[in-house]
């Protein structure tokens, strides 16, 4: 591809999608999630703008599909975005729901960072963004496992930061507050973050000259009170 690339996590709904959106007039996007239905829908949106999208349904927690999905691409940008919560009380919280946000929230970090990484430092340029959470600095109750993935984002992010940063690639995290999305549904969303107000914030992280690095940013919304 002669236009730089973009690869997406969690790229079929969400965040995700409105970054992958908010990305396509850069960038080619690479699109990775588990819904081929709803990949196929978004590199329709994409594609039907003239814009390029590579949808591929890929399970990130199988390090082997990431490695297939993700073998010889020189991406540019990667946007670490794919994540599940599941809120309730430790005890009430079983094994395999741990395991699945463990797996997919941090694990996976490791396999999709470690497939695009080495394109980056020999170009001597790149950006990876990961999407964190406010709860990786603020834990909530029933959030022990979520909570405790995202302080894992944020120690491994700054980590990234330090150790790539003399080979011109940025790292950074974005952590916003409840977004409106599947992921957390509410009867009153009205308070929350759109997904797109996340993507504008993730790209403004990118969209930055050559020798800065914006690091971490926190979004929130803005309660603007009612005139009467």
Known sequence: MDTPVAVVTGASRGIGRATALRLAPQFAIVALARNGDELA??????????RICRPCVVDITDP?????????????????????????PFLELTRDEWKRMVDLNFNAL?????????AMIARGSGHIVFVGSITG???????????????????????????LREYGVKVSVVNPGSVATHFSERSDPSWMLAPEDVA???????????????????VRTLTVPKRH
């Not at 829908?41 to 039907?48: F, G, N, P, T, W």
């Not at 490791?110 to 080495?118: I, K, S």
């Not at 022990?144 to 120690?155: D, L, Q």
């Open 41 to 50: 829908s978004l590199a329709e949106e994409i594609e039907s703008a003239g």
């Open 110 to 118: 490791f396999d999709v960072t470690r497939a695009v990484l080495p």
């Open 64 to 88: 082997a599909a990431v490695n297939e999905a993700l073998d010889g691409l020189d991406a540019q940008v990667l946007v670490n975005n794919a994540g599940i919560g599941i809120t309730k």
């Open 137 to 163: 600095r603020t834990p909530y109750v029933g959030g022990a496992c979520y909570s405790a993935t995202k302080h894992a984002v944020m120690g491994l992010s700054e980590s990234l930061m330090l150790e």
């Open 200 to 218: 504008e914030a993730i790209v403004r992280v990118i969209d930055t000259p050559a020798d800065v690095l914006v690091h971490r940013v926190e």
